[in-house]
């Protein structure tokens, strides 16, 4: 399976702090532009793909886009396995758009940093609001909608008060790191640093650890996957190069939806039908592959290698000034994580096998193990 991004718009009503993925008066992607992508994909690979809508705030697009869009890419792809998802702030969210997105299973996810006071001081004032009510109109429309939330320098500290919120509302959360930016630097003051999101990550698995029954955490599942079958689950700890891909207003390929509206990403046009090898010739492709053999060298002694693959491409380029010349920063997160859950398992298979020993208890709900296969 492989991801397209598709980013209608970089345009965004709301003005979060920490943000560097949105631009003002940025153009709208117009309809014909979906019409070339279904066109290009039916070609592209064969396998399934996975279509995600993001922004900017994607449904600036409008009910009518969607309307057309949705039907266009699903019925366009035949026989193709097609799911879809969107990522909004659901403040543009009508009744109408909630039954459609609804109607075609899209996967839905919004940003929410935790209680309203959080939201306020991150994502700007009226942000909590809006979103709640965007939420509410989902809600009943039945479509269901994942949080994303991002802690920041600021947030890393209100870890147990944002962690209740989460689990006091009944929300399944994904996490996100605020991180620096290739774009420019408003975000900086808000970034976590490597060993910040790595004591983050192993005080946030220990609570899952002890809420698994009444809370999702996909992070960790994920984590917990990657290491267990020794091959990363989410493009952060894979090689994500032409596995994942992002297409711009205009049409514009570029590797990700993180490098969108950089023109020296740029891979191709989908007006054009680009094959695999097409975009194997861009310079922006050539740059991440010079990552991933950097990765190939620099982490061939690290035991997890397998399961994290060098970390995000666009993360490295961002602390080089935008070469490659080492992996992703985050690797001290990466290798804590994976430690503590390498210990985790070590002991609680321990624990099975000697289960009269006072000093390897066993865990009340689940365990990691039952995280890895989950
Ligand atoms: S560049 Fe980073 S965020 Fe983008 S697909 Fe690759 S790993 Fe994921
Ligand atoms: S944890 Fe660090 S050294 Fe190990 S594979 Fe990941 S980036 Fe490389």
Redesign the pocket.
């Known amino acids: 399976m492989y991801?397209v991004m598709l980013v209608p718009t970089l345009n965004c009503p709301s003005n979060c702090s920490y943000c560097w993925g949105s631009k003002d008066n940025a153009g709208v992607m117009d309809i014909k532009i979906i019409k070339e992508v279904m066109e290009w994909l039916r070609s592209y690979r064969e396998d399934p793909v996975h279509i995600t809508f993001h922004g900017g705030e994607p449904l600036l697009a409008g009910y009518d886009f969607y309307k057309k869009a949705l039907p266009m890419l699903k019925e366009g792809l035949g026989d193709r396995e097609a799911g879809f998802s969107l990522q909004s702030n659901l403040w543009l969210l009508t009744d109408e758009l909630a039954q459609l997105l609804r109607d075609y299973g899209v996967a839905v996810s919004s940003s929410l940093d935790g209680p309203k006071d959080i939201n306020e001081l991150q994502r700007g004032k009226g942000y909590f609001d809006k979103t709640m009510k965007g939420y509410d109109v989902a809600r009943r429309n039945n479509l269901p909608v994942n949080f994303i939330c991002t802690f920041t320098s600021y947030s890393k500290d209100l870890v147990d008060k944002i962690f209740n919120y989460f689990l006091e509302c009944g929300y399944n959360l994904k996490l996100h790191p605020a991180l620096p930016s290739l774009r420019g630097d408003n975000s900086d003051p808000w970034a976590l640093s490597p060993e910040d999101y790595g004591k983050l990550l192993i005080e946030l698995l220990d609570m899952y650890m002890d809420h698994m029954d009444e809370i999702e955490i996909t992070d960790f599942d994920h984590f917990c996957k990657s290491y267990f079958i020794r091959k990363g689950t989410?493009?952060?700890?894979?090689d994500?190069?032409g596995?994942?891909l992002a297409v711009d207003f205009a049409g514009n390929i570029y590797?990700?939806?993180?490098?969108t509206e950089m023109p020296e990403y740029v891979m191709g046009n989908v007006r054009d039908n680009p094959s695999v090898e097409d975009l194997q010739q861009s310079e922006a492709w050539k740059v991440?592959q010079s990552f991933m053999d950097l990765v190939d060298e620099n982490c061939k002694k690290c035991r997890f290698i397998k399961m994290c693959r060098g970390?995000?491409?666009?993360?490295a380029l961002k602390a080089d000034g935008g070469y490659i010349k080492n992996v992703?920063p985050q690797c001290t997160a990466y290798k804590m994580i994976f430690e503590d859950i390498s210990k985790r398992a070590t002991k609680e298979m321990m624990a099975n096998m000697m289960p009269s020993n006072p000093s390897l208890k066993k865990e009340k709900k689940g365990g990691i193990m039952s995280l890895m296969i989950k």
């Open positions: 991801h989410v493009c952060v700890l894979a994500c190069l596995d994942t590797p990700c939806y993180r490098f991440i970390g995000c491409p666009y993360n992703d």
